[in-house]
């Protein structure tokens, strides 16, 4: 257990700013070109892959009770965040405006590593403020989601997702034997359908029609068409196509992670459309200290379906009797999952055997796989 006066201090917090470094690296490609326009994605997927190759694995957990103030210094990182992204992102954008030294291709180049920095990072951290109580931490979350063009993730993640991963229900959990490329595209439709299914249907159970003021879908669209209009207003119509390709670049890296987070798993069908509970073994866990720190414990995912609303430092590691293992962390994960013949030969067998470990009593796995048992109710 890490004490809480070992939570309570800056340096113990101060390897979840690894983030920040992708700053400078994104302005030194905007400034140099050349070599250095692949430097953010280098970072943040070869170097988290190396450091973890050097750091190994941390199976340390903290007290889940732990209170807030004991960890500001960690909680700091993910509010200064939406700042120092608006700040890249939009500052980038005016600077392409107004300087010519950079080509067509170091333009889609440079904000290629922007979206990754916006995709890795910025919606990374929108997820960790969209799950907290302050109204003030959920709206950082809607900024940093607006500037990629993907509010509706809010409403779809914590309405939908939670509530069905690993059912036919969910948009996001990948069925087993299914590569990226095929899930992808369906993905995107299909998490817009079901956040506005979702938000349409509360609105209902108050009595309230669609377009109701408390519907977020307002909001999102204000934020976005704020996010659009700025991008204009700095760089014209170069700006709003550089803005959407670095959007794209984002929504690509987060729904990569997804797929990557629930790949095979399903929850026991109970009868009636019933399922058993979320429980840890529902989603992959990895403890791969380094991209940890980049990802805010973002890999420590089987906590995370367990208790959503525990802040990053307090999500708790599991073994492997409690929840599957993935074998390396996000970044190698990731850059795998785009490969899928590969993909299948490194997980399908993980698949299997968490199969056999967890679900011994069942024989036939065909409707899960193909998604085809009866939806939840």
């Given at each position: 257990?890490?004490?809480?006066?070992?939570l309570?201090?800056?340096q113990?917090?101060?390897?979840?700013?690894?983030s920040?470094?992708?700053v400078?690296?994104?302005?030194?490609?905007?400034?140099?070109?050349g070599?250095?326009?692949?430097?953010?994605?280098v970072?943040?997927?070869?170097?988290f892959a190396?450091?973890?190759?050097?750091t190994?694995?941390?199976?340390?957990?903290?007290d889940?009770?732990t209170?807030?103030?004991?960890i500001?210094?960690?909680?700091?990182?993910?509010?200064?965040?939406?700042?120092?992204q608006?700040g890249?992102?939009?500052?980038?954008?005016a600077?392409?405006g107004?300087t010519n030294h950079?080509?067509?291709w170091e333009?889609?180049?440079?904000f290629?590593?922007?979206?990754v920095?916006t995709?890795?990072?910025g919606?990374n951290?929108?997820?960790?403020?969209?799950?907290?109580k302050?109204?003030?931490?959920?709206?950082l979350g809607?900024?940093l989601?607006?500037m990629v063009l993907?509010s509706h993730f809010?409403?779809e993640?914590?309405?939908v997702?939670?509530r069905?991963?690993?059912?036919?229900r969910?948009?996001?959990?990948?069925?087993?034997?299914q590569?990226?490329h095929?899930?992808?595209?369906?993905?995107i439709?299909?998490?817009l359908r079901?956040?506005w299914?979702?938000?349409?249907?509360?609105?209902?159970?108050?009595?309230?029609?669609v377009?109701?003021?408390?519907?977020?879908f307002?909001?999102?669209l204000?934020?976005?068409?704020?996010?659009?209009a700025?991008?204009?207003?700095?760089?014209g119509?170069?700006g709003v196509a550089?803005?959407?390709?670095?959007?794209w670049?984002a929504?690509?890296?987060l729904?990569?992670?997804?797929?990557i987070?629930?790949?095979g798993?399903?929850r026991?069908?109970?009868g009636?459309?019933?399922?058993?509970?979320?429980?840890?073994r529902?989603s992959?866990?990895?403890?791969?200290?380094a991209?940890n720190?980049l990802l805010i414990n973002?890999?420590?995912?089987?906590?995370?379906?367990?208790?959503?609303d525990?802040?990053f430092p307090?999500l708790?590691?599991y073994?492997?009797?409690?929840?599957p293992q993935?074998p390396?962390g996000?970044?190698i994960?990731?850059?795998?999952a785009?490969?899928?013949?590969?993909?299948?030969?490194?997980m399908n067998?993980?698949?299997?055997a968490w199969?056999?470990q967890f679900?011994?009593?069942?024989?036939?796995?065909t409707?899960?796989n193909?998604?085809?048992?009866?939806?939840?109710?």
């Amino acid at each position: 257990m890490i004490p809480k006066a070992q939570l309570s201090k800056l340096q113990s917090a101060l390897p979840f700013w690894s983030s920040l470094i992708l700053v400078p690296l994104a302005w030194m490609g905007a400034i140099n070109g050349g070599w250095w326009l692949i430097a953010v994605p280098v970072a943040t997927w070869y170097l988290f892959a190396l450091l973890d190759a050097f750091t190994g694995l941390y199976l340390e957990n903290a007290d889940p009770q732990t209170e807030d103030s004991t960890i500001f210094w960690y909680r700091l990182i993910t509010i200064l965040w939406p700042f120092l992204q608006a700040g890249t992102l939009f500052g980038l954008l005016a600077y392409v405006g107004s300087t010519n030294h950079l080509g067509t291709w170091e333009l889609v180049g440079l904000f290629f590593g922007v979206g990754v920095l916006t995709g890795t990072v910025g919606i990374n951290y929108s997820h960790e403020l969209m799950h907290q109580k302050p109204a003030w931490e959920r709206w950082l979350g809607d900024i940093l989601l607006a500037m990629v063009l993907y509010s509706h993730f809010r409403s779809e993640h914590l309405l939908v997702h939670h509530r069905y991963v690993a059912t036919p229900r969910d948009p996001v959990t990948a069925r087993y034997n299914q590569g990226f490329h095929r899930v992808f595209p369906r993905v995107i439709w299909t998490t817009l359908r079901s956040a506005w299914g979702a938000e349409k249907a509360m609105l209902a159970r108050k009595k309230n029609p669609v377009w109701a003021f408390g519907n977020p879908f307002w909001r999102y669209l204000i934020l976005q068409a704020l996010a659009l209009a700025l991008a204009f207003w700095l760089a014209g119509w170069l700006g709003v196509a550089l803005f959407l390709w670095q959007a794209w670049i984002a929504i690509w890296q987060l729904e990569l992670v997804n797929y990557i987070e629930h790949y095979g798993l399903t929850r026991e069908h109970l009868g009636d459309g019933k399922y058993e509970h979320v429980k840890p073994r529902h989603s992959w866990n990895a403890a791969h200290k380094a991209s940890n720190w980049l990802l805010i414990n973002l890999q420590r995912h089987s906590d995370h379906h367990y208790k959503p609303d525990r802040r990053f430092p307090l999500l708790q590691n599991y073994t492997e009797d409690e929840a599957p293992q993935l074998p390396y962390g996000y970044p190698i994960m990731t850059m795998v999952a785009m490969m899928p013949p590969i993909w299948r030969r490194v997980m399908n067998p993980r698949v299997r055997a968490w199969r056999k470990q967890f679900y011994p009593e069942i024989e036939d796995w065909t409707a899960y796989n193909k998604a085809q048992t009866p939806m939840p109710r």
